[in-house]
């Protein structure tokens, strides 16, 4: 390995480090009071840190570098909630919530080239550890607010109030005159925390797990806040870049795994621009089986397809306990895919969830061996072995594996009926 610790440049280089993620361990939720809430979470903590654990082992057999974010054994559930309420406001997503566990470090960081981007902010021992494994070669991916039209400071401004507002708050237009003395402490203090921090928050360019780099090609999911500050970004080496439509390239529902191969739950016609005359694995509905689609069905009232819990019963005790203090470790599992969200080792070896008979004919067909990894409670976490992972180090050069491309493709974010119609467009 070379002197610098982050390397990437193709999802199917041969992986040498990693960071996988960490959850609390079951002693964080023994201070709950009911018996079958305490059961219920300890047990999720104790399978999810056993699948963790054999991840390690497969990752470590197959030649990789580990290292894993690190929770206090000693920390308790308790410490984040007073009188009934939670008292943490996480600074990053909802307000309300008790911490999210550093279980998926892909949410937040990319390896580029030789650097190790920052798009987001997430739990604290995640950026820790990655400090200790190489903090000079990080960069935050974010930009001035000073840098923007006013214009568009309001427009981020008006998206960060939406995110953050719950039920109780003054309309946006009277957040500053508005009386807050009649509102509860905690929703107070949520309010006070926007007016003094909305205006100079990082703005984030994108999410990690929205970029994908393939050689020469960066294919960026639409979902961008700002395109012409992320044109601007330096990342050491000229990239095309790949601009497609919202949720057309997530890693929750496509996954290049070697190349002229991708596996994908949406339309193949999608990826003609951006794969031309790749083989590809098309997978409709097979991420959410029968039985758990029929199960997430009977809650939906409830739980609305946010989560679940596999191999457990439910409870209308244990939905308001979830939904009231652990929405940050949860997600919207109806609408993510954990099939094709798998981790490449190398072009020939493939960690997946689990093993259906379309993709194990694919993998055949492109001489790749599967390791099946379980990950049981994926759909409560939202999240799959991509998700828990992040790659730190790839052995591999930079290529160019579309060399008849000469320009980047580009499709307006939102505009469907554009894209539809057009495909896409040079992005000048």
């Given at each position: 390995m070379s002197e610098n610790k982050y390397k990437f440049w193709a999802p199917w280089d041969k992986l040498k480090s990693v960071m996988l993620g960490n959850f609390y361990d079951p002693h964080f939720f023994s201070t709950i009071q009911n018996d079958y809430i305490r059961h219920s979470l300890s047990k999720i903590a104790e399978e999810t840190l056993e699948d963790l654990e054999y991840f390690k082992k497969v990752l470590e057999d197959f030649g990789c570098n580990v290292i894993q974010p690190k929770l206090n054994s000693n920390d308790t559930i308790d410490r984040y909630i007073k009188d009934g309420k939670v008292n943490y406001i996480n600074p990053f997503s909802r307000v309300r919530s008790v911490p999210r566990s550093p279980l998926q470090p892909r949410d937040c960081a990319l390896v580029i080239n030789d650097k190790l981007y920052i798009t987001h902010g997430d739990h604290a021992s995640i950026f820790e550890q990655l400090s200790l494994y190489n903090k000079k070669d990080q960069?935050?991916?974010?930009?001035?607010?000073?840098?923007?039209f006013e214009c568009q400071k309001q427009t981020l401004y008006e998206r960060y109030y939406t995110v953050r507002k719950t039920n109780n708050w003054p309309s946006l237009e009277k957040i500053e005159s508005e009386d807050l003395s009649e509102l509860d402490e905690l929703t107070r203090s949520e309010i006070n925390y926007f007016k003094k921090y909305a205006k100079q928050s990082m703005v984030h360019l994108i999410k990690a797990p929205c970029m994908t780099l393939i050689g020469k090609d960066l294919y960026i999911e639409g979902a961008l806040f700002e395109l012409d500050k992320f044109k601007s970004v330096d990342f050491g080496t000229d990239l095309r870049y790949n601009i497609v439509n919202e949720g057309g390239h997530s890693d929750g529902c496509f996954a290049p795994i070697k190349p002229g191969a991708l596996m994908t739950v949406k339309d193949p016609s999608r990826y003609a621009e951006s794969f031309p005359d790749w083989d590809i694995c098309y997978l409709p509905g097979h991420a959410k089986d029968g039985k758990l689609m029929s199960s997430l069905h009977q809650w939906k009232d409830k739980i609305g397809g946010r989560w679940?819990?596999?191999?457990?019963?439910?409870?209308?005790?244990?939905?308001?306990?979830?939904?009231?203090?652990?929405?940050?470790?949860?997600?919207?599992t109806i609408e993510t895919?954990?099939?094709?969200?798998?981790?490449?080792?190398?072009?020939?070896?493939?960690?997946?969830?689990?093993?259906?008979?379309?993709?194990?004919?694919?993998?055949?067909?492109?001489?790749?061996?599967?390791?099946?990894?379980?990950?049981?409670?994926?759909?409560?976490?939202?999240?799959?072995?991509?998700?828990?992972?992040?790659?730190?180090?790839?052995?591999?050069?930079?290529?160019?594996?579309?060399?008849?491309?000469?320009?980047?493709?580009?499709?307006?974010?939102?505009?469907?009926?554009?894209?539809?119609?057009?495909?896409?467009?040079?992005?000048?």
């Open positions: 960069i935050i991916l974010d930009f001035e607010l000073d840098n923007l679940y819990i596999e191999g457990q019963q439910i409870n209308d005790q244990l939905i308001n306990f979830i939904d009231t203090y652990l929405s940050d470790l949860t997600g919207f895919i954990f099939d094709v969200n798998c981790l490449v080792l190398d072009e020939n070896h493939i960690c997946v969830s689990n093993l259906i008979p379309e993709v194990e004919e694919f993998f055949k067909k492109h001489k790749i061996n599967p390791i099946v990894v379980p990950f049981r409670h994926r759909h409560f976490h939202d999240g799959g072995l991509h998700c828990i992972t992040l790659d730190l180090y790839r052995e591999g050069e930079k290529k160019d594996y579309f060399p008849n491309r000469n320009v980047s493709i580009y499709s307006p974010v939102g505009d469907r009926k554009y894209f539809k119609k057009n495909r896409g467009f040079v992005w000048n």
